[in-house]
């Protein structure tokens, strides 16, 4: 079955360290990898994408993500947390196979950073 | 303001009441989606729409409908609501890329549905 997995519930971080939050995915064919986060009564809000190209990828507010197709992860990161990265952090994949518009969402991470 | 509105945001129903909630983009998106997200499953897709007229199932389709009639709406449709239905609703929708790809999805607030 394909399937995405966030393998930590929670994060935390202290403010000023990096931080990682790891996603990897089991699907067949070349996916679309994405990050989303979710703030406290708020939707959902894109940061980054992994379409095709290079493996390291920049996001919104300073996120990075890095492809790796033989661990089949994607893991997220920020060389410095702040206390406002606090939040619902979800990874997803669109299924790669045209004619379709189905994604796969991972069971989210919640990310603290302490102050 | 490019944006993707739900409504109603809040409801509380009871088991067997039909109900409709409603989604609307105002991007012109070709794609659409409804998701559910509940505590410790994350997000699940329940229907997408690739275009007008064309919908398909995502993995939780059971005991939902959706229809695609304007390119700006999809309404989410419970014809008989039951308790397990209870959940957080989100609507999104992206562009289709004339290149190939994927572009990120836009969603909507939410909509937290109660079924008694």
């Known amino acids: 079955a394909q399937s995405v997995a966030q393998p930590e519930d929670q994060v935390n971080v202290a403010e000023g360290n990096p931080l990682t939050v790891k996603c990897t995915y089991s699907?067949?064919?070349?996916?679309?990898l994405f990050w989303y986060v979710q703030y406290p009564n708020r939707g959902l809000q894109f940061l980054l994408k992994?379409?095709?190209?290079?493996?390291l990828v920049k996001g919104s507010y300073g996120f990075e993500a890095e492809f790796n197709k033989s661990q089949t992860s994607f893991h997220l990161k920020k060389p410095s947390a702040l206390v406002s990265d606090s939040a619902l952090y979800f990874c997803?994949?669109?299924?790669?196979?045209?004619?379709?518009?189905?994604?796969?969402f991972g069971t989210g991470t919640r990310l603290k950073v302490l102050a | 303001e490019a944006q993707v509105t739900q409504n109603p945001r809040y409801l509380i129903t009871v088991t067997g009441k039909k109900l409709t909630v409603t989604c609307s983009q105002n991007m012109n998106h070709e794609y659409m989606s409804w998701y559910r997200q509940d505590p410790g499953l994350g997000l699940r897709q329940i229907y997408y729409s690739m275009n007008v007229e064309a919908t398909d199932k995502g993995d939780v389709p059971e005991g939902y409908k959706v229809s695609r009639k304007e390119k700006r709406n999809f309404p989410l449709i419970l014809e008989s609501p039951s308790p397990n239905q209870t959940s957080l609703y989100f609507c999104?929708?992206?562009?289709?890329?004339?290149?190939?790809?994927?572009?990120?999805?836009?969603f909507g607030p939410g909509t937290r549905l109660t079924v008694l």
């Open positions: 999104a929708s992206s562009r289709k890329p004339p290149g190939g790809g994927s572009d990120e999805q836009f």
């Open positions: 997803a994949v669109r299924l790669g196979t045209s004619g379709t518009y189905k994604y796969i």
């Open positions: 699907v067949s064919g070349n996916p679309y």
């Open positions: 992994y379409i095709t190209g290079d493996n």
